[in-house]
T-cell receptor, first 113, second 116 residues
Framework: TQLLEQSPQFLSIQEGENLTVYCNSS?????LQWYRQEPGEGPVLLVT?????EVKKLKRLTFQFGDARKDSSLHITAAQPGDTGLYLC?????????????FGGGTRLMVKP | NAGVTQTPKFQVLKTGQSMTLQCAQD?????MYWYRQDPGMGLRLIYY???????DKGEVPNGYNVSRLNKREFSLRLESAAPSQTSVYFC???????????????FGEGSRLTVL
């Protein structure tokens, strides 16, 4: 069983602060995805990183895939209350049955105004 | 834009009762999935279906059965509910890998199940 360890589990910060969420595994993945989930809704994809060492930016969010494709990080600059939510990383592997995702435990972020 | 639709959104069962969660997607996706979400444990795969007529076990299949009724619909059945099955259940769909996509999953809004 492939495991993804996500840290921290909870994070409460003030508006304007920076933060980093980590996603680590001993397994290699074809790609890694980050999802964001709001209360009462399903997760929604933020980004997919595919190449080892890849860095992608989405406005104030920066995603990085580790060189060995086993870990990833999400950095938020100048967090805003609208960033509040549950952030989930997911390692993607492909087989004959399709794309299989292994999810981390999630990071619950609260940004206070 | 319906996407993935799940019913019911909420359900309370007594131990031993049975029920079926329904899921339908209108994106013409081949692959469909059922996950359960528990606090601090992320999403765990129960069953998945790569195409119409095929189903496979995921990480936590015990106590569940599934049916891929057609390309659009994928149902999850609890034959004899137990308190350990209290959870939020999510159905998801995706395009096949052969399409050259990133493997994005599209999720429904979830079904909150409580077993007393």
């Amino acid at each position: 069983t492939q495991l993804l360890e996500q840290s921290p589990q909870f994070l409460s910060i003030q508006e304007g602060e920076n933060l980093t969420v980590y996603c680590n595994s001993s397994s290699v993945f074809s790609s890694l995805q980050w999802y964001r989930q709001e209360p009462g809704e399903g997760p929604v994809l933020l980004v997919t990183v595919v190449t080892g060492g890849e860095v992608k930016k989405l406005k104030r969010l920066t995603f990085q895939f580790g060189d060995a494709r086993k870990d990833s990080s999400l950095h938020i600059t100048a967090a805003q209350p609208g960033d509040t939510g549950l952030y989930l990383c997911a390692g993607v592997t492909w087989n004959n049955a399709g794309n299989m995702l292994t999810f981390g435990g999630g990071t619950r972020l609260m940004v206070k105004p | 834009n319906a996407g993935v639709t799940q019913t019911p959104k909420f359900q309370v069962l007594k131990t031993g009762q049975s029920m079926t969660l329904q899921c339908a997607q209108d994106m013409n996706h081949n692959s469909m999935y059922w996950y359960r979400q528990d606090p601090g444990m992320g999403l765990r795969l129960i069953y998945y279906s790569a195409s119409e007529g095929t189903t496979d076990k995921g990480e936590v299949p015990n106590g569940y059965n599934v049916s891929r009724l057609n390309k659009r619909e994928f149902s999850l059945r609890l034959e004899s509910a137990a308190p350990s099955q209290t959870s939020v259940y999510f159905c998801a769909s995706s395009e096949t890998v052969a399409s050259g996509n990133t493997g994005e999953l599209f999720f429904g809004e979830g079904s909150r199940l409580t077993v007393l």
